[in-house]
């Protein structure tokens, strides 16, 4: 069912900072950064030859990775997003298998606009896991 | 100067329970579980159309990934791997860059027969990055 891997997300404290790094040391192909005050965070997208690395930091009150950069100051590696043909489907067969989807189930319009779910880490090996409808 | 991502590794706590998890509710290809004494650790390897997952379990005493599975008893992401032409010149880079390389700076043959190094998380948000030559 899962696909490509769509992209890891890193959650960092210093957004310029980060950027830099992967520009500099590690010389990665680096983007803009982009506000998307909807899911409460900036992202800047590193561009690998096979997938992509999302760097990501809180933007306004509320944001869903501030927990995370607070029990991890320093940063780290937030989630992983797979594709799926059918996000639908997904859900349906993941639910019947007994995994726990967050929020109420109804996939959302993630940052790239398409639909999006994410799976409770307690149930995958403490890594949390975003679906992507491809 | 990195390239492709090799892969993602995630430390588990049952490396045939995760396998399941990944065969079965997410239903990708899984392979077999490959005993590698002198890293210490067993590894399953998940393909994905663009890259892999790698779940590793300890194996023996002294496991490289021993203490994060302490740390993280439900087991989570532990590192991420990106492939480079030129161990050495990247190493020399990072290094002159004043990125810190774990161990004594000489790459070592890594799980897939091939030179590796690993970065310190503290240099790059958090998280632990291994540079394999391609």
Known sequence: MIGRLNHIAIAVPDLAAAAARYAGPLGARVGVPQDLPEHGVTVIFVDL??????LLHPLGAGSPIAGFLQRNPNGGIH????EVDDIHAARDRLAGEGARILGDGT?????HGKPVLFLHPGDFDGTLIELEQA
Chains 1, 2 share one sequence.
């Open 49 to 54: 030859p096979n997938t992509r690395v999302e």
């Open 79 to 82: 989630h992983v997003c797979y």
């Open 107 to 111: 996939p959302r319009i993630g940052a």
